[in-house]
């Protein structure tokens, strides 16, 4: 089983929909949690760090449920630029050790 | 964030021989990473980069074949020794204060 899991997707949205991505992970020793997002042929980018209160920032907004060791992301009002790989990513342990899950790729179209 | 280049952006390279790959940091940072992305994959950490010591790598990388170097808090190299085509992948540094981000890649194609 791999550390953290995703579903690659792709999703295909339109124009000002809303979309969630899920993702869980496995090590529950797991201390910090991050959504990157990574357009096609660049490095990954960070997006958003994800807390246990949750937390938004514009139209995304990301939770946290450590019981469930799941993490999801949601975006609102979606826009073309949108358009990329979410890599859902955990800090396995104090030294910023990130372990990557393979990714959902969402497609937004007009 | 930090600004991180490296160098070379890609290159193309023969089976058996070896490339080293620059990350260069426009500020000193804590922590410095050398990661994989085989193609249609994700990225997987290769080791941490430790300032004036030797690297901590992770299972399944070895010295031998992935020699780094960090000789300063804001530069690091990663040498891809003896090459084969299952190389073939890019290789980013990333960097860490508190949060961690990315260089721009090094798309390595072994034939």
């Known amino acids: 089983r791999k550390e953290v899991e995703q579903d690659p997707g792709p999703f295909n949205v339109p124009e000002g929909a809303t979309v969630a991505f899920n993702c869980t992970y496995s090590n529950s020793a797991s201390q910090s949690f991050f959504w990157y997002r990574q357009d096609c042929r660049k490095e990954p980018k960070l997006l958003m760090s994800?807390?246990?209160s949750g937390n938004e920032d514009g139209r995304f907004t990301a939770q946290l449920n450590r019981a469930s060791q799941y993490i999801s992301l949601l975006i609102r009002d979606s826009k073309l630029s949108d358009s990329a790989t979410y890599l859902c990513?955990?800090?396995?342990?104090?030294?910023?050790?990130?372990?990557f899950g393979t990714g959902t790729r969402l497609l937004v179209s007009p | 964030s930090a600004v991180i280049s490296q160098k070379p952006s890609r290159d193309i390279c023969q089976r058996g021989t070896s490339l080293t790959i620059q990350c260069q940091v426009d500020s000193q940072v804590t922590m410095m990473f050398w990661y994989r992305q085989q193609p249609g994959q994700s990225l997987t950490l290769i080791a941490t980069a430790n300032q004036g010591s030797e690297a901590t790598y992770e299972s399944g990388f070895v010295i031998d074949k992935f020699p780094i170097s960090r000789p300063n808090l804001t530069f690091s190299t990663l040498t891809v020794s003896n090459m084969s085509p299952e190389d073939s992948s890019i290789y980013l540094c990333s960097v860490a204060n508190n949060e961690q981000f990315f260089g721009p890649g090094t798309r390595l194609t072994v034939l």
């Open positions: 990513v955990v800090n396995r342990a104090a030294f910023q050790k990130l372990v």
């Open positions: 994800v807390y246990s």
